[in-house]
């Protein structure tokens, strides 16, 4: 029996439901964007439970304990729609829901659960989290009576500022009675016992970009036997389920790029060219389209492949590169330019592109929220770090790479056989470590995971990092190399990090003669 609720993920109750559907997905997508969100709030005050199993409700999306007490939250994805909230009524376009009601039976069940099982008395609160495309998509004229209701991106702020009523050693006692999923009458069922259940979040059902065009798909469902009833009702709910997800799905939210808008809104800065940047014959048009919004640190100068970095990670699906073209920059130089962005910016999720004369039509591996939701972790991850290397007080290089060295390899965990799956080009969406956010989960990564964080750490803290593909040994890898007086020397985080209980330094600032004796081969030019 599975009694630690600490392990489960966001969305987790939807996405193990053996009849999920494009809405489950979606309605999952939201809850791990919510619990991204709340991962800011910290630590030692905070303590974050998600998908709490709980008899008679089904479950609770995250429940919160900290200083104001207990904080249960129901988080409503609402992408492409528009949510009016006055009072007791709130309508989701034209439809009224009952939110409201629903919460503050959340929170009965959670006071009464918690007082069953000896936890000491404090106010439990009770929130709606609202995910929407921009904040001018929700109106709140009056909450209802004991609800907040708040835009996602606001939460952990409205959570702060809730007044204090608990002391650290009671909110300690709460959250472990809490954890236990025989506080709340039941417990999830252990992963080893969930039959027919695929691994990962289902890929069906969910609105998504590929080569062969966008397509939505019902959730396979399993066979039901001879009970026709639920069969039909299940094909009815799933030809509304293929007319309504594309509807809802066209304008999934870009959540981390603070905007709705995949027009450009930001001119491009001239600046020279820094070394790990690639500097492309074409200097900047006269009718230079703009620079879409991103609210994260973009780590291109030319201005070309900057403003292909800020479209590819604002998620722009067609970006205009006819003014390129007029002013001399050939296909070769796009591509190539793409290519360096998907391989090292730390927020780009690129899984192929078309060129034309005109316009390059981007491809992504993951859906809009799904991505906004890895750009979040991995910025947050990226400056918890370099505010733990700030913290060391020291400005010599070497002594930042070695820190940031050790630091990831005791954050992140080394997997085997995902790097060989990445080597021989089989790594499945659903397992896929390769980006930096992955370096900053338990799940495991791989080394391109490693050094997209390394390199995104060590520019925050002015060091010049550089992400590489190659071969080690015939398999293939990613890597750092590090400017440290004017010399390129090479870091390798994973290979260091790949024996278990120890982190090694044997791969740590080397020449690049002795990088050669080690067996790296660097591609020559970086390759996705």
Do not use: C
């Not at 492409?80 to 376009?93: A, H, L, P, T, Y």
């Not at 936890?119 to 995910?131: D, E, L, Q, R, Y």
């Not at 009523?165 to 959250?175: E, F, L, N, P, T």
């Not at 999720?349 to 491809?363: C, P, T």
């Amino acid at each position: 029996m599975v009694d630690d609720l600490g392990a489960r993920r966001p969305g987790e109750s939807l996405r193990v439901n053996p009849y999920r559907t494009a809405a489950h997905e979606k309605g999952a997508e939201g809850e791990a964007y919510v619990g991204v969100l709340l991962d800011r709030l910290p630590r030692e005050r905070w303590t974050v439970l998600h998908s709490v199993p709980v008899d008679g409700i089904g479950d609770i999306d995250h429940l919160v304990i900290g200083p104001p007490g207990v904080v249960a939250i129901n988080t409503k994805n609402h992408s492409g729609r528009r949510v009016r909230v006055d009072g007791e009524s709130i309508r989701v376009g034209s439809r009224d829901v009952e939110y409201a009601r629903t919460a503050r039976r959340h929170r009965l069940v959670v006071e009464q659960a918690l007082a069953r099982a000896g936890a000491p008395v404090v106010p439990v609160h009770t929130m709606i989290a609202v995910v929407v495309d921009s904040a001018s998509l929700l109106t709140v004229q009056a909450e209802p009576v004991g609800v907040g209701v708040v835009l996602a991106e606001e939460l952990p702020g409205r959570l702060e500022a809730l007044p204090s009523a608990v002391s650290m050693d009671a909110g300690r006692k709460i959250a472990s009675i809490a954890s236990r999923a025989g506080t709340w009458g039941r417990a999830p069922i252990p992963r080893s016992r969930r039959r027919g259940v695929a691994r990962g979040p289902a890929r069906h059902g969910v609105v998504r970009r590929s080569r062969r065009g966008a397509s939505a798909a019902l959730a396979r469902t399993p066979h039901l036997g001879p009970r026709r009833g639920r069969v039909l009702a299940w094909t009815a709910a799933g030809v509304a389920v293929l007319f309504l997800v594309p509807l809802l799905g066209s304008s999934l939210l870009w959540r981390a790029s603070g905007g709705t808008s995949d027009s450009a809104t930001q001119s491009v800065p001239n600046t020279s060219a820094t070394p790990g940047s690639s500097v492309h014959a074409s200097a900047a048009p006269a009718a230079f389209p703009e620079e879409p919004e991103f609210a994260y640190a973009l780590i291109s100068q030319d201005p070309l492949t900057r403003y292909l970095e800020a479209s590819l990670a604002r998620g722009v699906e067609v970006i205009a590169v006819e003014p390129w073209i007029e002013s001399g920059a050939t296909a070769a130089n796009i591509e190539r330019a793409v290519a360096e962005v998907s391989v090292r910016s730390p927020y780009v999720y690129v899984d192929g592109w078309d060129l034309s004369n005109s316009d390059l039509i981007a491809h992504y591996r993951f859906g809009r929220m799904e991505i906004s939701t890895r750009q979040i972790r991995a910025a947050l991850g990226i400056a918890q770090a370099a505010d733990h290397m700030r913290a060391l007080e020291t400005g010599d290089t070497r002594q930042v790479v070695a820190a940031i060295h050790d630091w990831l390899a005791g954050s992140a965990t080394y997997d085997p056989a995902l790097a060989l799956a990445y080597s021989e080009g089989s790594l499945a969406p659903d397992d896929d470590a390769s980006d930096a956010a992955s370096a900053f989960r338990p799940f495991g990564t791989i080394g391109l995971g490693y050094a997209r964080a390394f390199a995104a750490i060590a520019r925050e803290l002015g060091v010049e990092a550089v992400v590489v593909t190659g071969d080690v040994d015939g398999l293939r890898h990613a890597w750092n190399t590090v400017d440290v007086d004017g010399e390129a020397l090479l870091v390798d985080v994973a290979l260091d990090d790949a024996v278990a209980d120890a982190v090694r330094h044997d791969r740590l600032l080397l020449t690049a003669e002795d990088a050669a004796a080690m067996g790296y081969v660097e591609d020559l030019e970086p390759r996705p």
